[in-house]
């Protein structure tokens, strides 16, 4: 499976579209992971474990884009936009998207 | 007045730690990205100049989340009272921005070329109350990979 953030994949040639494929996950951070980000507040820099938290997020939103691909029969996603949103205090919703396609 | 004690140590405190922190953050990122700097980046849609015919394109990705220390709220709360630029807000997404760009760029350090990048920044612990604000930088972009025949 080839993914890009390009409309199109340089090199290859498009020859089938098959729509939007997407994928998101909600995730609340957990309270040892919060205080431990409450203490960080009072110096500053890096909360390892929200990037940790995020980049795991991602993760699984982009896996569940790859299967719903697969199941369209694509071999490529061009096109990937990530949104990130906050659904409530604490907990962010990340959200990816793009265009399922098929490459010679 | 205990009160106004404990305010004055965090503020020390956050000036002293976090401005040690951010020196060696900031000598660490001229060291790295001095080290990246061979690998032709850019936002635009198309690779620069000409490519061979055979290419191999990959999505990579870099994230960081960072959180003000409590010197710079300090600060940036009486900046609000007249207005103009808050430095000290500046720097903190400055950092995290090229840090999280240079994250991409050593996830993919064999590329020949990364295209299209993208940032976005959001706010994480926007809706409550009282607590010091953190936000996530994300960078992400095409690693192209040639093959020359």
């Known amino acids: 499976m080839i993914i890009t953030n390009t409309e199109e994949i340089p090199g290859k040639v498009i020859l089938d579209c098959h729509g939007i494929v997407s994928g998101s996950t909600v995730r609340a951070k957990h309270v040892g992971r919060d205080i431990m980000a409450g203490l960080k507040n009072i110096v ?21 884009m790859q299967e719903q691909a697969v199941q369209l029969g694509a071999n490529a996603i061009v096109n990937v936009r990530f949104s990130t949103s906050s659904v409530a205090a604490g907990a962010s919703e990340i959200y990816i998207y793009g265009t399922a396609v098929t490459v010679e | 007045m205990i009160d106004l004690y404990i305010l004055l140590a965090l503020v020390v405190t956050g000036y002293v730690v976090g401005q040690f922190l951010e020196k060696r953050h900031y000598r660490s990122i001229y ?24 290419v191999r394109a990959q999505l990579v990705e870099g994230a960081c989340v960072i959180s003000v220390d409590y010197f710079k709220r300090f600060v940036a709360g009486l ?44 706010s994480i612990t926007k809706g409550k109350r009282g607590q010091v604000g953190a936000i996530e930088i994300h960078a992400y972009a095409t690693a192209l990979y040639f093959y020359s025949q």
């Open chain 1, 44 to 64: 500053g820099g890096e909360l390892v474990g929200y990037t940790e938290l995020l980049i795991e997020a991602r993760e699984e939103a982009h896996q569940r």
């Open chain 2, 31 to 54: 060291e790295r990205e001095a080290e990246l700097v061979a690998i032709p980046t850019t936002s635009s849609k198309r690779p620069i100049g000409p490519i061979p015919d055979q």
């Open chain 2, 79 to 122: 900046r609000q009272i007249f207005g103009g630029n808050v430095r000290s807000y500046e720097t903190l997404v400055d950092r995290s921005r090229r840090e999280a760009i240079l994250r991409l760029k050593e996830s993919c350090a064999n590329a020949d070329q990364i295209i299209n990048l993208r940032i976005e920044t959001s």
